[in-house]
C-alpha cells in the first residue's frame, strides 16, 4: 500500500457527538482496504477523545490504517475546521462526512475509488439518501433529477446555474489530493458555509465536478431550535451567504457569459 490508494475519511463534529458511534460503525464496516479516519472536533461540550479511541480499536478491522483525533482548541467555524482536517490528512482521497450521517452501505468508499479509477475528475459528488433523525425513515434522495445534468455538464453552465442557489450535496462529496495542489484549501473568509462558495469558485475557475451515480450517504434531517446560541449560529450562515454573493457570484455576473469552456 501506497499513500495513492489511501482514502482519509474527514468526520466533523460539533454539539452532535451522540452520533458519533453510527457514523464510525459506517466507516469501520466499510470494505475498502486503505482506509484512513480524521475526525476534527470543533470544541464540543460533550467531547470524549478517550471514549472515540476505546470504540474504535474496540471495533477497526485491518483496513483501517491510520486515525488520528483532534479537538480545536476553541470553536473556529466549519471551514476552519475542515482545512485543520484536511492538514491532518495523509490520503490521495478525501470524502468529509458529519458526524450525524452515516455511509449508506458498506461498499460506499470503493465505489468513491473505482469511479476515480475510471476518469479524470478531481472532484465528486455523489447521491444521497435523506432520512429523518432517527435515520428510519427514507424522504427522498438528492440531488433533484433536474440538476444532474448541470453538476457534470460544462463547468461554467454549472457555475451559471450555482448563481441561483446550491443543489449539488455535499455529505458524502469526495476530492482528489491534486485538488488542493491545483486550488488550494477551503476559503476561511466564510465561517460556516464550505461548500457552496467552494463549488462556485471551482466551476467558476474550469474544474469539472464528477457524479458518482451511486447512493453513498444516509442524511440525517434534525430539528429547527430557537435558542440563542442558534440564533447566533443563523445569523453567522446568513452573513456568509452574503458574502458568497459579494465575492463569488456579483463581480462576475457580466463577464461569465462570455466565457465557454470546451
Known sequence: MNNNDLVSIIVLSYNNLQYMKDCLSSILVQTYPYIEIIISDDFSDDFS???????????????????????????????????????????????????????????AISNIVDFYSKTNYLIAAGQIARYDESLNSFLFTLPLQQYVKYIYGNPIDCYKKLCDGDFIPSPGMSYKRELLNRYGMYDEEYMLIEDYPRWLYLTRNGCSIGYIEKLLVKYRSGGMSTSDKDSNIKRIFLNDLELVKKKEIVPYIDQIKYIIYK
Open 49 to 107: 477523545m478517550d471514549e472515540i479511541k476505546i470504540y474504535i480499536e474496540s471495533n477497526r478491522k485491518n483496513n483501517l490504517i491510520n486515525y488520528v483525533i483532534n479537538q480545536n482548541c476553541c470553536n473556529l467555524g466549519t471551514v476552519k475546521n475542515i482545512n485543520n482536517a484536511i492538514r491532518l490528512a495523509t490520503g490521495n482521497y478525501f470524502v468529509h462526512i458529519a458526524c450525524d450521517d452515516i455511509f449508506f452501505d458498506n461498499q
